[in-house]
């Protein structure tokens, strides 16, 4: 047997092992990922807008645990991700992590009809205690979605439920009213007042309306409204009788681009488009749809999910 072909007859041989085995491991594959756990369900949602999208809370809050120091505070006032803070939590333990939240006051706003919402609380970030010292503990700061001021409150991490994503419907920019809760966008996060997916807002519709996180409201203004400009609803060509002929040619005396005259014969006065809207009945418009995140008493924070334009504040709710 000549070198040649022994190194063709070897070559061969090496193929057909390495099919065999390369069909061994395809076919043992499956198997062996059958025991893997299932992956976890998409969320609508996730980081900051789950733990830093603020409440509206008519409770009362806890103001005994607070920052008290820096560890670099000779520097400056602002702290944020990866800084190491001091906390008067003297009952913690190391690997604890808490919520850090700044009460920014009162909510008062023309935007509801209910006597009092309560306070805005601000949730800037949180922390994870690495040191207790007695009196007071050491943590660094492990999200920080503001900056942390000294005086801002600590309290226990809340562990949040966060709705599924599910496939939904095409938003039904025409849909009935469903007869459920109905109440105001109010505010916000970051004061922001011209609206779009993804924003955090608060409504005035909390525990007390039958409210629960996961429920989706749909957001709405009556029909004409909504504009942040003065809309003049005045006619562009007035009703003039006379001079719109030419001087050479003497047409008739009337416009034929001004709006319709009332009357059967076109006698009256001119139907203007503030006259034309009076007397309809109630249409709204659908602008967007958002989902719930947070229930408090009296109002819950939510997520626009989708928009048709944009969404402002005092904007109309209600719960699909």
């Excluded at 006597?115 to 205690?129: N, P």
Aim: glycine share 10%.
């Amino acid at each position: 047997m000549s070198f040649q072909r022994f190194g063709k007859i070897g070559l061969a041989s090496l193929f057909a092992g390495a099919c065999f085995l390369g069909s061994t491991a395809s076919a043992q594959r499956p198997s062996s990922m059958a025991g893997d756990v299932a992956p976890r369900p998409m969320r609508v949602t996730e980081g900051n807008n789950v733990h830093c999208a603020g409440y509206v809370t008519s409770s009362s809050i806890d103001t005994g645990s607070r920052l008290v120091g820096g560890y670099n505070e000779q520097d400056g006032w602002f702290y944020s991700e990866g800084q190491v803070v001091y906390l008067s939590a003297s009952g913690a333990k190391v690997g604890d992590v808490f919520s850090v939240v700044r009460p920014r006051g009162q909510v008062k706003t023309k935007w509801t009809t209910k006597a009092s919402l309560g306070m805005y609380v601000q949730e800037v970030g949180s922390v994870e205690v690495i040191r207790m010292k007695g009196d007071h503990a050491v943590a660094r700061v492990k999200r920080s979605c503001d900056n942390f001021l000294l005086g801002d409150l600590v309290r226990p991490m809340e562990n949040r439920e966060v709705p599924a994503f599910t496939n939904r419907p095409a938003l039904d920019l025409f849909a009935d009213a469903s007869g459920k809760a109905r109440g105001r966008l109010f505010m916000a996060r970051d004061n922001q007042e011209v609206l779009s997916r993804e924003n955090i807002v608060y409504v005035d519709l909390g525990a007390e309306d039958s409210v629960k996180v996961g429920d989706y409201m749909t957001v709405f203004r009556p029909l004409g409204k909504g504009n942040p400009f003065e809309n003049d609803e005045d006619e562009s060509v007035e009703a003039r009788n006379r001079n719109f002929g030419s001087f050479e040619y003497k047409g008739g005396e009337f416009s034929n681009q001004t709006a319709r005259k009332s009357g059967e014969n076109a006698r009256g006065r001119v139907v203007t488009t503030e006259k034309a809207k009076e007397g309809r009945p109630e249409i709204r418009k659908v602008v967007g749809e958002l989902v719930v995140l947070n229930v408090k008493e009296r109002t819950a924070t939510a997520m626009i999910v989708r928009n048709a334009q944009e969404i402002h504040t005092g904007d109309w709710v209600e719960v699909q």
